[in-house]
């Protein structure tokens, strides 16, 4: 599976827009973008997946470049309770059951 | 709120001893995955088990072994538990069988000392 590159870490103001960038310069084709997030103390949560196109749900929005290289998630209006460690992954549809978690982003969110 | 729930919350054992971890979803799906995150890192794929039979497994030795039962709960074995075996362990289920992602459990707090 193809690896990511995410910042360590992020501060955001509480009402803002939390912007979490992710580099996956050697996506290959047939490849999803996850994005999970863990809050201390529990399991991870999934946020959203895209493959090509840019996805929006309750949650947030991801925007996937055109080259797939690079991809965002967009957490519109940043609560304190969306402080977390958020992952940023690539992998086939056929194997998103063990995906490879990397360090993450973590991100916190001050009022 | 998962619907995934795992038993113990937390669990202190002495090395070289045997542990056995549980997991259930109240959907129910014939797909599970275990996952083990030590401190400071992100969790690393165990292994699957999809009705009933063990079908993909990460890095990690033979002494880390599993079952699935026919209401789809599932349990994780470590045997012959070494230091390094302390982390969090998580099991994660679908809600249907490859059309969603997966959802994870809170997880077990292992420590071995």
């Known amino acids: 599976d193809a690896k990511t590159t995410q910042p360590p870490s992020m501060d955001c103001a509480e009402g803002r827009a939390a912007n979490l960038p992710c580099n996956h310069s050697t996506i290959s084709g047939n490849e999803y973008v996850y994005w999970y997030r863990q809050i201390h103390s529990q399991g991870p949560q999934y946020i959203i997946h895209g493959l090509k196109n840019n996805e929006t749900n309750e949650m947030a929005s991801l925007i996937i470049t055109e080259d797939r290289k690079s991809s965002t998630l967009i957490l519109p209006h940043a609560t304190l309770r969306d402080t977390a460690v958020y992952y940023c992954?690539?992998?086939?549809?056929?194997?998103?059951?063990?995906?490879?978690f990397g360090a993450g982003t973590t991100v916190t969110v001050r009022a | 709120e998962t619907g995934v729930t795992q038993s113990p919350t937390h669990l202190i054992k002495t090395r070289g001893q045997q542990v056995t971890l549980r997991c259930s979803s109240q959907s129910g799906h014939n797909t599970v995955s275990w996952y083990q995150q030590a401190l400071g890192q992100g969790p690393q794929f165990i292994f699957q088990?999809?009705?009933?039979?063990?079908?993909g497994r990460g890095n990690f030795p033979p002494r880390f072994s599993g079952l699935q039962f026919p209401n789809y709960s599932s349990e994780l074995n470590v045997n012959a538990l070494e230091l390094d075996d302390s982390a969090l362990y998580l099991c994660a289920f679908r809600r249907r069988a490859e059309e969603s992602p997966l959802h994870f459990g809170n997880g077990t707090r292992l420590t071995v000392t």
């Open positions: 088990y999809y009705r009933e039979e063990e079908n």
């Open positions: 992954i690539v992998s086939p549809r056929s194997n998103d059951y063990k995906l490879s």
